[in-house]
Nanobody, 126 residues
């Protein structure tokens, strides 16, 4: 079993920055994919960014790569999502998700992930 806990969400003004963290505990995994999804009220959950833990390759949702950055912290078994130039439309609950094995790349569909954190709220005020 793997447990994921997100932190770092909060309220920020338009144009501001925020970093959310996801810490994984539990059994050791060889090559997981760890990703961030978000879900705004009334909308479907969408892929934000993902990281292949073994290869280090990073993937981003459409139009987010210029503002968001995902990075690993292998000492803490953590993944960070740095979000810059935030907009009101970035307001959502941000979820960390883990797929226990991903040979190449990361999946972009939520159904591929076995483990999820409870989420952290990010609110961007206009």
């Amino acid at each position: 079993q793997v447990q994921l806990v997100e932190s770092g969400g909060g309220l920020v003004q338009t144009g501001g920055s925020l970093r959310v963290s996801c810490v994984a505990t539990g059994r050791a995994l060889l090559s997981p994919a760890i990703s961030w999804f978000r879900q705004a009220p009334g909308k479907e959950r969408e892929f934000v960014a993902g990281l292949n833990w073994r290869s280090g390759e990073r993937y981003y949702g459409e139009s987010l790569m210029d503002r968001f950055a995902i990075s690993p912290d292998k000492d803490r078994n953590a993944v960070y999502l740095q979000m810059n130039s935030l907009k009101p439309e970035d307001t959502a609950v941000y979820f960390c998700a883990l797929k226990s094995y991903s040979d190449i790349g990361v999946p972009r569909i939520e159904g591929a992930y076995e483990y999820w954190g409870p989420g952290t709220q990010v609110t961007v005020s206009s």
